[in-house]
């Protein structure tokens, strides 16, 4: 009698504590899976987005694959450039950019004009789109980040 409600007793307990131990992992599992989930669909939006508005505002001069054209428009698809001026990259869309620049060794010099009308949300997703396609590699370009940049932007 003794040994039999002692086994059950066991039981009990041990599969309380595996319960225990089966949910409190579960969690922990569940939210990391959730967060990566959120910030992903979060950039996945933003990537979307950019690329149509590439493809609206940035593509006539640009091409829409980022190969620029002759010695008219630079190239953003493997351009250093891009890759070492991120916060130029940001300004230059709202407000444009004239003088000589050098994108891979080669000399480019005739004005690009800014588009005021794009939104601190529209030119964070643009961004997505160039520093997530053609070779570029970088995190998710954050709103407040891009916001913060172009508050001192000069005009
Ligand atoms: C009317 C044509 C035109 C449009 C539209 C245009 N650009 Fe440009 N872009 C230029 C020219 C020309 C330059 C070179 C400026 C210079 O020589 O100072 C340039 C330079 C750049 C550069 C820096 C050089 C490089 O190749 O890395 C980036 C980045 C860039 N543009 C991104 C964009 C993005 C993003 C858009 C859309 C929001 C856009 N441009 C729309 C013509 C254009």
Redesign the pocket.
Known sequence: MFKVQGSRLGIVLLSAFGFLLLTSCGEKKKDAAETNAISSVKEQQYYVHGEQ??LK??S???QASGT?LGL?????AK?D??DKNFES?IC??RHG?????I?NGKS??????G?PS?TDLEIAE?ATY?YNTWGHQRDSVELKEVSAILDRCAE
């Open positions: 508005l590439y505002h940035c006539n001069c640009h620029g008219l428009y630079p190239p953003l351009s450039f891009i990259v230059l869309m950019i004239n003088g000589e620049l994108v480019f010099n005739k004005e690009m004009p588009i794009l643009i160039l």
